[in-house]
């Protein structure tokens, strides 16, 4: 990363599209008022990169790719104060590559250290906060297409239920952001990585949006496999807690099919995960819970419906007539036919 910022020919300036697009180095930024940054590039690029080097904590080293013209942001800043309040409509990844970097996102003050990754969500207010120490941080901005269509489908759901849920409307409806922290030793192979990315943005052709997604693809599948997920001790049982409720859902829409195969297909998690969310949500078993809203179901359409009683056990999941007979009439001290006789006079 520090040798594509101290890479020649360069143009070093302080003014220019440089300071228009990336508005947090403007001199005459406030601190307090908030600002909302469109994507950067044109509609038909949908990635690109900020790259920042405080070598020494008074002078910042930045530059942006791709860009026809080489170019090198130099500029003065002061330790422990922050860039301007931003937020924007497309998702941020950015990794620490030396020292650590803290921000200020939705309110909360996080340390990203050296090695680690940090996800924000679009629409969530943040900022920079300059230290005292040198750092290098590349920061990735990914349009949402990008990432909806490529890379959401490559993380697990447990650690991203509630991060990605819809924010245009409200900037607070997801999990702001997820920090992610190396299992072991990762960092080489990550840079390696991040190195082959930069060179394509740094010299596109035809080919680079496929290799720049291929890389990302890549990444992220690192990040799924390699990194811990963290976030909020709150937006944990908060993501927790729309995960069930995902799984409750996903559930009561395939009883017929249902089983803890393809709860783990779909969901893309161990079995003894879902058993330890249900236990903690419903207080109960993963079996014991599917039996529970496959009797419900059966409750309904037998309210509901004249459909014959072998056809609603098949229909909620009871290849055995006897066998949901059995487990209906335990339930309610009544048959089938018992409970809708009574219950429709």
Not at 210 to 231: A, E, P, Q, V
Not at 253 to 259: G, K
Request: include cysteine; charged fraction near 25%; charge should be neutral.
């Amino acid at each position: 990363m520090r040798r594509i910022l101290e890479s020649p020919p360069s143009s070093e300036k302080e003014e220019g599209s440089f300071r228009f697009r990336f508005p947090v180095f403007r001199r005459e930024y406030s601190s307090y008022t908030e600002e909302k940054t469109p994507f950067p590039l044109s509609e038909n690029q949908n990635l690109f990169a900020l790259l920042w080097d405080l070598q020494d904590p008074s002078q910042l080293l930045a530059a942006t790719l791709p860009r026809s013209t080489p170019f090198l942001y130099r500029g003065e800043v002061t330790p422990f104060t922050r860039t301007q309040p931003h937020s924007h409509g497309y998702m941020e990844l950015f990794y620490v590559a030396s020292g650590e970097s803290r921000q200020t996102i939705s309110g909360t003050e996080l340390t990203v250290r050296q090695g680690e990754f940090c996800l924000m969500n679009r629409n969530c207010l943040h900022q920079e906060i300059y230290g005292d120490s040198p750092c290098s941080v590349l920061f990735l901005g990914i349009r949402d297409s990008l990432f909806q269509g490529s890379i959401k489908p490559c993380l697990s759901p447990e650690k991203t239920a509630g991060f990605l849920e819809d924010a245009e409307e409200d900037a607070q409806a997801g999990q702001p952001y997820l920090l992610f922290r190396p299992r072991g030793n990762t960092q080489e192979e990550t840079e390696r990585t991040l190195s082959f990315l930069l060179q394509e943005l740094q010299h596109p052709d035809a080919d680079s949006p496929l290799i720049c997604r291929g890389l990302l693809l890549r990444l992220f599948r690192r990040l799924n496999t390699d990194y811990d997920c963290s976030f909020s001790r709150e937006s944990r049982q908060e993501m927790s807690g729309l995960l069930f409720r995902q799984l409750t859902e996903f559930m009561k829409s395939n009883l017929r099919d249902m089983s803890s195969r393809l709860l783990s297909e779909t969901f893309h998690f161990q079995e003894d995960y879902f058993n330890r969310l249900i236990k903690k949500h419903a207080g109960m078993t993963y079996t014991d819970y599917l039996q529970s809203l496959r009797l419900e179901k059966a409750e309904f359409l037998l309210h509901t419906t004249d459909h014959r009683i072998d056809r609603i056990a098949w229909e909620v999941g009871y290849h055995n007539k006897g066998y949901f007979y059995k487990l209906f009439t335990e339930r309610h001290r009544l048959t089938p036919a018992q409970f809708r006789k009574q219950f429709r006079h």
